[in-house]
């Protein structure tokens, strides 16, 4: 019987919630990693059990986490728990992540903006989002603050940077956001191996056709106020991308204000906010079988983040955007001031497509009917930083 | 025997209790203890020093014999009763809330 598997990354740890394929009994699974900041968990499209995990800590670093049995057990990519330790050089660097600066791959490491404006070096911080391949579950992608994009082919146990992207040419003007300067989402073209959609805050929108080698920012038609011309190449604070694979050239985007969409792989955006109360969030994702079915959740500002009027609700647009309907069956409607973070938002594959989001208040809600009603998987976890389904046959 | 104290996250990722002690040759120091800290437990590496620069995390400490030796040459001696196992080298998180 199918089911769905839902990998929760909170600021104290990890949960993993399973149901059947009704979504109404869920088991409870966690804290893993009790204490630490899970900023992202996912599984690999090609083998489900396999699951890699980014634990963080101010303290300690970066760390990478992978099971091979659908999250029962955890082990640090080429050191397993339990082996017994051998003296002598490691036999991987699974949480080193290097920037590239080698002469061969050409650019001495660049500096980017910092937030007054001066020139700051790089620094490695953590990982914020990990892409598994979608053909071979030992490869992997890493999007890391500061803002630069490694790959590992042997399961997680090494990372290499592409330092295509950052090399490229604008990184001067790439600049923090209020949560650092993340490379955050990472789309892998399902008909395209050799084309990959990164989105870092607050630099923008970027696109490889190569496989990595080479990016091009595609920005054109963002507009922010919140940089000396709005209209710039890059410097745009982008929140979050989601696309359909069924139809990968329609990107839609939820900027740091406006929600936006582009059907030529970014090459060009329109707004597409239209009736929303506030256009400033973080989420948005795409219904698994109508690609023209999207969801945001608006938050009030970028100096309130809360929801909007005290209500926590959905707004689906079935047009595309513009159009938008607000969703709050099952959702508290008073009182309620939480966020839904950037990478909060999850789709599973089932009919009727279920839809999921974690908010900063520690809830986790299931809409088993494509939004048009939710319930609570659960109410009181640490504060939810990232939300993945897995669709298990 | 050197006995080796982790904070909490540490023992875990480690797989470690309370106490690590190891078998050491040689001269006594951060260095020596750490190296064969994370030889022993390689998923250590980069938890408590920089890979490449092996510098001590901006946010960990180290005592012993009730002393601050977190700005101690990291080839220094340790203090006698650290190499003589009577007391332990502590690895010590800064305290924080949240």
Not at chain 1, 33 to 43: I, R, T, V
Not at chain 2, 10 to 31: D, F, K, S, Y
Request: hydrophobic share 35%; charged share 20%.
């Amino acid at each position: 019987m199918s089911g769905v598997r839902v990998l929760v990354g909170t600021r104290k740890g990890a949960f993993i919630l399973s149901s059947d394929g009704k979504r109404q009994n869920w088991e409870v699974s966690g804290p893993h990693f009790a204490g630490w900041e899970m900023y992202h968990l996912k599984g690999s499209p090609a083998d489900p059990n396999r699951i890699y995990a980014s634990q963080t800590s101010g303290w300690f670093g970066q760390i990478i986490q992978r099971s091979d049995d659908g999250g029962k057990t955890w082990h640090q990519p080429g050191t397993p728990a339990g082996q017994p330790a051998l003296p002598g050089p490691p036999k991987s660097w699974s949480n080193k992540f290097a920037y590239d600066s080698s002469a061969e791959t050409g650019k001495p490491l660049t500096t980017h903006q910092w937030y007054d404006g001066t020139q700051h070096p790089w620094e490695f911080k953590r990982v914020w989002h990990l892409e598994p391949s979608l053909t071979d579950a030992d490869t992997v992608y890493a999007g890391v603050e500061d803002a630069a994009l490694f790959r590992s082919t042997d399961g997680g146990q090494n990372w290499k940077e592409l330092p295509g992207l950052r090399g490229h040419g604008t990184g001067p003007n790439w600049q923090p956001g209020a949560g650092g300067m993340c490379l955050h989402t990472i789309i892998l073209d399902p008909s395209n191996p050799k084309r990959i959609f990164i989105a870092i805050s607050a630099a923008g929108a970027f696109r490889t056709d190569d496989g990595g080698e080479t990016w091009k920012p595609i920005n054109r038609g963002l507009r922010s106020q919140y940089i000396p011309n709005p209209t710039a190449e890059v410097g745009h604070c982008v929140h979050h991308i989601a696309s359909n694979p069924k139809r990968p050239n329609v990107l839609f985007m939820q900027k740091h204000w406006d929600v936006m969409r582009s059907n030529d792989a970014g090459d060009n955006w329109t707004e597409v906010s239209g009736n929303l109360p506030t256009d400033f969030g973080f989420v948005i994702d795409v219904h698994a079988h109508e690609p023209e079915t999207i969801y945001v959740v608006p938050i009030k500002s970028d100096s309130e983040h809360y929801v909007h009027d005290g209500k926590l609700r959905v707004f689906r647009s079935r047009s595309g955007g513009n159009d938008w309907e607000p969703l709050s069956k099952g959702l508290p409607q008073k009182d309620c001031y939480v966020n839904v973070l950037r990478d909060a938002m999850a789709v599973d594959t089932l009919d009727k497509c279920g839809v999921y989001f974690g908010t900063t208040g520690g809830q986790v809600y299931c809409s088993p009917d494509a939004g048009d009603s939710w319930n609570p998987i659960v109410r009181d976890l640490p504060a939810v930083l990232s939300i993945e389904v897995q669709t298990l046959a | 025997m050197i006995r080796v104290i982790l904070p909490f996250h540490l023992r875990n990722l480690a797989h470690v209790g309370n106490e690590i002690t190891l078998e050491i040759e040689g001269p006594i120091t951060q260095r020596s203890v750490l190296d064969a800290l994370e030889s022993r437990y390689p998923m250590l590496r980069g938890a408590i020093r920089d890979h490449d620069t092996l510098q001590r995390r901006a946010f960990l400490r180290f005592f012993a014999c009730e002393e601050d030796l977190s700005h101690e040459a990291p080839d220094a001696p340790l203090p006698e009763a650290v190499a003589s196992g009577k007391e332990p080298f502590i690895v010590i998180g800064a305290i924080a809330g949240g």
